[in-house]
């Protein structure tokens, strides 16, 4: 009983392991091989963070990678712990061909709302690459706004490469300025939470209302749910 119980950890420390090591080597260039087949010579990926929080602006980034680049570690950005996300900031910012970030905030955000805030972040990441885009893979299933040949994958950033590269840019140049935010305006935690809802940052809107980075569009439940709540 006790051998089966060590073989019986051993595996699923084994496959913990397996897990936790999987990265660029699930990730092909088939798709880039794809487009380049095409005769594209320059393919950017495309991605976004920061839909979802009540707070700050929402934030896209495109990168052109150099054909066959293996960057150890690379996934989508949701998938990695921040020290990581940092470690291959500098990596991708490094190696990439180009690289561009575009953040559109919070105010932009309520008046053309979060879908077409997020498709005008993404085209003008494309539109600031310092070296041209002729055809860009993009995350998701759709996209909107975008001048050169496109193709939408979901789930594109634990697929290929430069969108991989592209969450990563996007996340921890969105989360940098979200730390940013919070010595200005400290009550909120925006350091801990990088502005989504949480049970902490909805005390502190009971305590002190909204601030100037807030999304209002996002709050209304929040509203619905404490009427009395400062504003």
């Known amino acids: 009983m ?3 119980i060590s073989l019986c950890f051993i ?12 990265g660029f080597d699930d990730m092909t260039w088939e798709f880039e091989e ?16 920061g839909r979802g929080p009540v707070a700050g602006p929402v934030c896209a980034a495109a990168v052109i990678l150099p ?18 996300r940092e470690q291959l900031f500098g990596v991708i910012t490094e ?5 561009s970030v575009s953040l559109v905030d919070e105010k932009t955000i309520d008046e053309i709302n979060i879908l077409q805030a997020t498709y005008r972040a993404m085209r003008q990441a494309v539109e600031g ?18 001048s050169l040949p496109h193709e939408c994958v979901v789930a594109g950033d634990g697929k290929i490469p430069s969108v991989a590269a592209a969450s990563i840019i996007a996340k921890v140049t ?23 809802e949480t049970r902490a940052h909805d005390e502190a809107l009971l305590a002190h209302g909204p601030c100037p980075i807030h999304r209002m569009t996002f709050l209304k439940k929040f509203y619905e749910k404490h009427p009395d709540a400062p504003r």
């Not at 190696?95 to 690289?99: D, E, F, P, R, S």
């Open 2 to 4: 006790k051998i089966r």
């Open 11 to 22: 595996r699923i420390f084994d496959l913990i392991a397996r897990f936790s090591a999987r």
């Open 34 to 49: 794809k487009a380049w087949a095409q005769g594209y010579a320059a393919v950017c990926g495309v991605d976004e963070a």
């Open 67 to 84: 054909g066959g680049i293996e960057i150890e570690g690379l996934n989508d950005s949701k998938k990695l712990s921040e020290k990581k």
């Open 95 to 99: 190696n990439a061909l180009a690289w």
């Open 129 to 146: 690459l310092t070296r041209p885009a002729d055809f860009a893979y993009v995350d998701g299933n759709r996209s909107e706004g975008l």
């Open 174 to 196: 969105r989360d940098r300025l979200m730390r940013q935010f919070a010595e200005r305006y400290p009550e909120y935690g925006f350091e801990k939470h990088k502005g989504y």
